[in-house]
């Protein structure tokens, strides 16, 4: 039994691949517009905005662990969901720039 081609290969990380979709919106044409993919540095284009600066995973941790600090003054810390939780963790893990300060200096 032969296998199908693919390029896929077992041990090798996949990642897909940017798609086109056409959208719809009320009475006017149809309009194609290409979807982000990161992997591929596609993104949206409101990034492409003079002036537009994403966030550092390190500016995402400050503002997530103000918040979690802000709930557990109010004692809200059981409000806090799962998504909101696993994202602060993976935002701790992955952080390079653990103060304002340095934050600010790279920012420059």
């Known amino acids: 039994m032969s296998q199908p081609s693919s390029s896929f290969h077992p041990g090798q990380p996949t990642q897909p691949a940017a798609t086109t979709t056409k959208m719809h919106h009320g009475t006017g044409?149809?309009?194609?517009?290409?979807e982000e993919d990161a992997s591929e540095l596609k993104f949206p284009k409101e990034f492409e905005v003079s002036g537009c600066d994403a966030l550092?995973?390190?500016?995402?941790?400050?503002?997530?662990?103000?918040?979690?600090?802000?709930?557990?003054e109010k004692e809200e810390i059981e409000d806090m969901n799962e998504v909101f939780v696993k994202t602060l963790e993976y935002t701790r893990r992955l952080s390079k720039f653990k103060s304002r300060?340095?934050?600010?200096?790279?920012r420059g």
């Open 29 to 34: 044409p149809e309009e194609e517009v290409e």
């Open 56 to 72: 550092m995973i390190s500016e995402v941790f400050l503002l997530l662990d103000h918040r979690r600090r802000q709930s557990e």
């Open 101 to 106: 300060e340095t934050i600010r200096a790279v």
